[in-house]
């Protein structure tokens, strides 16, 4: 059975920075993409950034030059750095990873983890 488990959400003041964490364990063959995607409080659920097995990255505008992802394959693990927080960015940010294992090729979701931005 596949888990994601994300760490590193709080709350921050406007202006801070705050890093996510993702894992993602269990009988896994091979990770495609990882990533965020964020849900605020009446707003559909929203990518943030995307990054491949190769490195290649993808974010949506509203965080270009505030967020950073990475990833390090060999613990199938996928980070967020985020800079220059606004309130806006308060949401439940929750990891996605597209991998094989032996059912097949398929999405999976952690639980997700609050991020409040407020003063």
């Known amino acids: 059975q596949v888990q994601l488990v994300e760490s590193g959400g709080g709350l921050v003041q406007p202006g801070g920075s705050l890093r996510l964490s993702c894992s993602a364990s269990g009988n896994i063959f091979r990770i495609n993409t990882m990533g965020w995607y964020r849900q605020a409080p009446g707003k559909q659920r929203e990518l943030v950034a995307g990054?491949?097995?190769?490195?290649?990255?993808d974010y949506a505008d509203s965080v270009k030059g505030r967020c950073t992802i990475s990833r390090d394959n060999a613990r199938n693990a996928v980070y967020l750095q985020m800079n220059s927080l606004k309130e806006e960015d308060t949401a439940v940010y929750y990891c996605?990873?597209?991998?094989?294992?032996?059912?097949?090729?398929?999405?999976?979701w952690g639980q997700g983890t609050q991020v409040t931005v407020s003063s």
């Open positions: 996605y990873a597209y991998l094989l294992n032996k059912k097949g090729w398929g999405a999976y």
């Open positions: 990054i491949t097995s190769d490195g290649s990255t």
